[in-house]
């Protein structure tokens, strides 16, 4: 079973920016997608960002693209989700899941696909 833990969430004004983690730990033998969400209150969950078992494919939502990077660690078994020019419509929950070897997330990841979740890590950008 794989567990997924996010840290690095927090109060940051505009502008300003966090790095979040997700550490994997349990099994994680075979390479597999990564993708993180956010929920705000009242909203849907959203997907803004993806990283493929290789790290060779990422993916951006149009809303944070230019602005966050995804990035991984394989020998930490790490995600890292470098999050700059924050706005305050960036502020909620953060949350990475974990894939499979194959998961497709190009164009666009599925929520479906991913089957492993983290219990998520706050995010507010408020002045």
């Known amino acids: 079973q794989l567990q997924l833990v996010e840290s690095g969430g927090g109060l940051v004004q505009p502008g300003g920016s966090l790095r979040l983690s997700c550490a994997a730990s349990?099994?994680?033998?075979?390479?597999?997608?990564i993708a993180w969400f956010r929920q705000a209150p009242g909203k849907d969950r959203e997907v803004v960002s993806a990283?493929?078992?290789?790290?060779?494919?990422?993916y951006y939502s149009d809303s944070v693209k230019g602005r966050f990077t995804i990035s991984r660690d394989s020998a930490k078994s790490t995600v890292y989700l470098q999050m700059n020019n924050l706005k305050p419509e960036d502020t909620a929950v953060y949350y990475c899941?974990?894939?499979?070897?194959?998961?497709?997330?190009?164009?666009?990841?599925?929520?479906?696909?991913?089957?492993?979740w983290g219990q998520g890590t706050q995010v507010t950008v408020s002045s």
């Open positions: 349990g099994f994680t033998s075979d390479p597999y997608a």
């Open positions: 899941a974990a894939g499979g070897f194959n998961t497709i997330i190009i164009p666009t990841p599925w929520v479906g696909d991913f089957r492993s």
């Open positions: 990283i493929s078992a290789g790290g060779g494919t990422t």
